[in-house]
DNA sequence: TTAGGGTTAG
């Protein structure tokens, strides 16, 4: 019976045995792998199932962020240049997601010379390719060469900017402090009759509000308005992020204001409710607006465990705490290291020794090994050092700090 | 399906 199956098969079988794991079962263990090399494996074992291009290219960026956290860049350099020889490599798509990792690790040189190369490796060029190079000079922080960059390549490489590009050059201005260029660009998209959209507007509402200048802001909104440009969540986000610090009836009248609008308010805009009704130590509210998510189609997310775990703790409410970061674990979205600090000290604090113990059960098994040494020295203090010897370097505070899972 | 908002600092 069984020579009734094909050698080549049971090799097939094998190899698949090895490497068996699905595109999305490697998302989500890159997303909790910080170590580099183990990352790189995690990639490998799935990169041959290539399936949907947008699981394999986060894939790809997480295992570079990785590499690029250790500052591991030959490293990143040696795993980006093997896929060159992909024969996917003539499709732009696919090579712009190599620019842009080059970008993210702050190898712009890279990225360049890679943009560069497209002639030589047979990939054809357009305002696809050109807007990655754009997003690596900007993932490098390099916004002044933007412009630059803006003025050289389109007549160089005969590829024409779009809505995209001219967004990327106002992130740019934004980001270097430079509004009033970007508001300039705006204007120059209007004279080109470059389709202007929401995005490009929110870009800009940020960076006004950011310094200070709602009123502006606010006029730009009326011109979008005005224009019928299609207001979405995420441009509505950005007014309610500055006022959120004030009063909790201005954040509820803008999400009903969204609701009014035919859109949907978004777990950033409900946690932005929940930390206003926070820092005006409404606690039930906060509640409230945790406990209605689903029924408003939303899921939490880390930020809103995080915040009111820690606000939750603030008000030595250490049993509804505990209660929601056992939800957080179940979903994958465990708070950072400081506010389990603060929630496990709590339930020392009221004796709740079943409590802390089982927090600190989970921490082990769902924190990085570098946090767990900062973790040891919380346990210590707290007398609740197990017997294992584990003191091995010296509490790393940043490390620590990205704990966050 | 490449540009925007959140991953505060308590």
């Keep these: 019976m069984s020579s009734?199956?094909?050698?080549?098969?049971?090799?097939q079988l094998s190899t698949t045995a090895k490497s068996?794991?699905?595109?999305?079962?490697?998302?989500?263990?890159?997303?909790?792998?910080?170590?580099?090399?183990?990352?790189?494996?995690?990639?490998?074992?799935?990169?041959?199932?290539y399936s949907s291009p947008t699981s394999s290219r986060y894939a790809q960026?997480?295992?570079?962020?990785?590499?690029?956290?250790?500052?591991?860049?030959?490293?990143?350099?040696?795993?980006?240049?093997?896929?060159k020889?992909?024969?996917?490599?003539?499709?732009?798509?696919?090579?712009?997601?190599?620019?842009?990792?080059?970008?993210?690790?702050?190898?712009?040189?890279?990225?360049?010379?890679?943009?560069?190369?497209?002639?030589?490796?047979?990939?054809?060029?357009?305002?696809?390719?050109?807007?990655?190079?754009?997003?690596?000079?900007?993932?490098?922080?390099?916004?002044?060469?933007?412009?630059q960059l803006f003025d050289e390549i389109p007549n160089k490489h005969g590829v024409s900017p779009d809505k995209v590009s001219y967004g990327i050059l106002i992130k740019s201005y934004c980001a270097a402090d430079k509004p009033e260029k970007a508001i300039?660009?705006?204007?120059?998209?209007?004279?080109?009759?470059?389709?202007?959209t929401a995005?490009?507007?929110?870009?800009?509402?940020?960076?006004?509000?950011?310094?200070?200048?709602?009123?502006?802001?606010?006029?730009?909104?009326?011109?979008?308005?005005?224009?019928?440009?299609e207001v979405d969540a995420a441009a509505y986000n950005v007014k309610i992020m500055y006022v959120h610090g004030g009063n909790p009836d201005n954040v509820k009248a803008l999400i009903e204001e969204m609701a009014n609008a035919g859109l949907k308010p978004d777990t950033i805009s409900y946690n932005y409710l929940m930390s206003c009704y926070?820092?005006?130590?409404?606690?039930?509210?906060?509640?409230?607006?945790?406990?209605g998510l689903e029924g408003n189609a939303c899921n939490p997310n880390a930020a809103t465990f995080r915040t009111l775990i820690f606000y939750l703790c603030k008000n030595e409410d250490y049993d509804k705490a505990y209660k929601i970061f056992k939800r957080s674990v179940e979903v994958h979205k465990i708070p950072d290291f400081n506010t389990m600090r603060h929630l496990v000290e709590g339930l020392v604090k009221k004796k709740k020794m079943k409590e802390a113990k089982g927090l600190i059960r989970t921490i082990k098994k769902k924190f990085p090994p570098n946090v767990l040494v900062a973790w040891k020295k919380v346990e210590e203090g707290l007398g609740l050092a197990s017997s294992d010897r584990n003191a091995s370097s010296v509490p790393d505070d940043e490390e620590a700090k990205e704990a966050t899972a």
């Excluded at 295992?63 to 990143?76: E, G, M, N, P, Y």
């Excluded at 798509?93 to 047979?122: E, N, V």
């Excluded at 300039?184 to 202007?196: C, S, Y």
Aim: hydrophobic share 35%; glycine share 4%; charged share 30%.
């Design 4 to 11: 009734s199956i094909p050698l080549r098969h049971l090799r």
């Design 20 to 49: 068996s794991i699905t595109i999305s079962q490697a998302k989500t263990k890159l997303r909790t792998e910080h170590d580099p090399d183990k990352a790189l494996e995690i990639y490998t074992s799935v990169s041959e199932h």
């Design 61 to 83: 960026d997480l295992t570079v962020r990785r590499l690029a956290k250790s500052h591991r860049f030959a490293d990143i350099e040696k795993f980006i240049e093997s896929h």
């Design 85 to 147: 020889n992909d024969p996917k490599i003539t499709q732009e798509p696919f090579l712009c997601t190599l620019i842009r990792s080059y970008g993210r690790s702050g190898m712009f040189d890279h990225a360049m010379r890679t943009f560069d190369q497209m002639d030589q490796l047979g990939t054809p060029r357009s305002s696809l390719s050109f807007n990655a190079l754009l997003t690596a000079c900007t993932y490098s922080k390099q916004f002044e060469k933007v412009p």
């Design 184 to 196: 300039e660009t705006l204007r120059l998209m209007e004279e080109k009759g470059i389709e202007i």
């Design 199 to 229: 995005v490009t507007f929110t870009t800009i509402f940020n960076a006004l509000y950011k310094k200070g200048n709602g009123e502006e802001a606010e006029n730009l909104w009326n011109e979008m308005v005005k224009k019928g440009i």
């Design 278 to 291: 926070c820092m005006n130590e409404m606690k039930e509210e906060a509640v409230k607006v945790y406990e």
